[in-house]
Each structure stands twice: as C-alpha cells, then as structure tokens.
C-alpha cells in the first residue's frame, strides 16, 4: 500500500490565499508564497494551489505566483484555475508546478485531459471536481466554484476522467467545503471504489482526527484541507503523527 499524503490547499484569489465556507464569505488569510513556504518546513507531502475566481472571472493562471513559490518550496507543486488548454498547462508546468489540475474546463472540453496526459504524462494531470448530494449514493458535478450544476452523474464523470488518462482525481464535495464536520465519506469511498487512480479528499478536515477517518473508511491515496492549517489550529505535522498513532503508513 502506498503511504498517504497530507497536501495544504491554498485558495487565491486577487493575490492573496483566502478561505470561505460553502465558496461563500470569503475572508483573507495571506500571502501564497509564505502560506505555502511555512507548510514546506511542517513537511507538507504537497502543496495545492487553486486561482478560485480565474474560471469564472475568464482569466489565466497566476504564474507569477507559481514561479515565486517554486524558487522557495521544495514538495510537488499542483496549480489549478484558469487552465483551460495544452498550453496553459506547458506554462504553468513550466513556471515550476510539477502537477496541474484542471475542473471547470475539463467537463466543458474533456479531450484536454487526455492531449494533457499524452503530451506531458498521466503524472501531470489532476483533475478536481466540485461535487454535490443529489440523493442517496448519487451526486452531480459543478463548475466555475461551485456556481454552475452541469447535471453531471459523478460516478460516470470520475469513470471517464480515468479512460481519458487523468494520473489523479481531487474530490471536493460543495456540501461539506468549509464545514469543517469531517470528509464527505458516503461521497469519497463511492468514487474510490469506481476507480483506480489515486482519489484525493477534500472538503470538510474541521479537527485532527477527520484525516485518519478517511483513510481508514475509504481508500483515498490522500487528505487535503486549508482552513485547519491557515488558521494555524493543527500543523501538518500533528495530523501525521495522529495517523501514525492509528496505524496508518504516512509519508
């Protein structure tokens, strides 16, 4: 079994890593380049990156954030918002990210995850999805942050996102973001069991022990979660050593 990873996410909008709660009521918690060099000493597996507002506001991905943090951090780097061609994915790649993750575009355009995974690698591409309760055992997926409902059976898009050659999936769902009451368990281990490409967890970390819960309920290859370490409650070195303690091999 390979070790799971504990992955900081930072949201940015206009410059700065904000958080919110649902993708509303947004509050300043910094700047990215010192977020993200602070959770490099604490031994972040990884670090995330997400412009939130780059696909609905139409705009490009933030590279001269990707290139200043680069220079100061030394853990795999993904970027997402605003990717919306193979090109924006050579220059984010180029910029210093070792990962991209593409969400809004990839459901409008589902070829660019696979000219993605051919021209630079399967490792190179995650894909995030934004997903919400439809009923029980059913979701549907979203775009644009949460705004727009495309109708989207979740299973099917996870499904597909695999054929098309995506090395990793983000799972976010909408209905436990910022909540801060667990992972959205029911949500994470029904994507797990439809694919064998890694699944990331993401949406609802609220106390240190919601990240050993959803490796032990799921088969999630990892955690993620910002407002627990922007608001410097756990440090990324607490929540390994609480996983260890349950028996769980972390990197």
């Known amino acids: 079994m390979l070790a799971k990873r504990i992955i900081p ?6 410059g700065k890593v904000v958080k919110g709660v649902n993708f509303q009521g947004i509050k300043e918690v910094g700047d990215p380049v010192e977020c993200a060099y602070e959770y490099n000493l604490q031994g972040a597996d990884e670090i995330v990156f997400y412009d939130i507002t780059a696909s609905h506001e139409g705009r490009g991905v933030m590279l001269d954030v990707v290139r200043n ?28 990210a070792d990962k991209v993750s593409v969400n809004s575009q990839a459901v409008r355009d589902p070829m660019l995850i696979k000219e993605g995974a051919d021209i630079f690698g399967s490792q190179c591409i995650c ?27 979740l299973i099917d898009w996870v499904k597909q996102v695999e054929q098309l050659g995506a090395g990793e999936i983000c799972l976010n769902s909408i209905d ?24 990331i967890a993401s949406g609802g970390a609220g106390k240190l022990g919601d990240f050993a819960d959803a490796f032990l309920k799921t088969d999630c290859s990892a955690a993620l979660a910002a407002s627990l370490f922007h608001f410097k ?17 972390i990197r």
């Open 9 to 14: 996410c930072l949201d940015v909008r206009d």
């Open 69 to 96: 943090t680069a220079k100061k951090v030394f853990v795999p780097l993904t970027v997402g918002g605003g990717i919306k061609t193979v090109d924006d994915i050579r220059e984010t790649l180029r910029a210093g």
């Open 127 to 153: 894909v995030g999805i934004d997903a919400k309760k439809v009923s029980d055992g059913k979701w549907t997926v979203y775009i644009n942050g949460g705004r727009i409902d495309m109708k989207l059976d």
């Open 176 to 199: 436990t973001d910022g909540v801060r009451e667990g992972f959205d368990i029911p949500m994470l281990d029904a994507v797990c069991k439809a694919v064998k490409i890694p699944v």
């Open 233 to 249: 409650e756990l440090t990324v070195e607490q929540v390994k050593d609480d996983c260890r303690a349950k028996g769980i091999r």
